[in-house]
Nanobody
Framework: QVQLVESGGGLVQAGDSLRLSCAAS????????MGWFRQAPGKERELVVA????????YYLDSVKGRFTISRDNTKNTLYLQMNSLKPEDTAVYYC??????????????WGQGTQVTVSS
């Protein structure tokens, strides 16, 4: 059974950094893109960043470009999200997800339980 377990969320101040991790188990996601979504209260879930299997293709939401960096370690089946210069508007539940195929656009088939990121001003 596939499991995605996120960690690293928390409460920080504006300008601080956080690093999220997502450990995948149950299978190896060869050729699958992986990404981080987020959902803020009252808003729809949105794709924030994504990366393909080789790490050669990435997607970044405009509002996080230059501040967030996605990476993956396929030997550890783990996805990371380095978030720098955090802003209050980054506050959301962040979800790790695995695409059904190689496209960063999805569709995304597997989801973690989410980790809360709260940025105070």
């Amino acid at each position: 059974q596939v499991q995605l377990v996120e960690s690293g969320g928390g409460l920080v101040q504006a300008g601080d950094s956080l690093r999220l991790s997502c450990a995948a188990s149950g299978r190896t996601f060869s050729n699958n893109a992986m990404g981080w979504f987020r959902q803020a209260p009252g808003k729809e879930r949105e794709l924030v960043v994504a990366v393909n299997w080789l790490g050669t293709s990435t997607y970044y939401l405009d509002s996080v470009k230059g501040r967030f960096t996605i990476s993956r370690d396929n030997t550890k089946n783990t996805l990371y999200l380095q978030m720098n210069s955090l802003k209050p508007e980054d506050t959301a539940v962040y979800y790790c997800a695995v695409s059904r195929g190689s496209s960063n656009s999805g569709p995304y088939a597997y989801w973690g339980q989410g980790t809360q990121v709260t940025v105070s001003s």
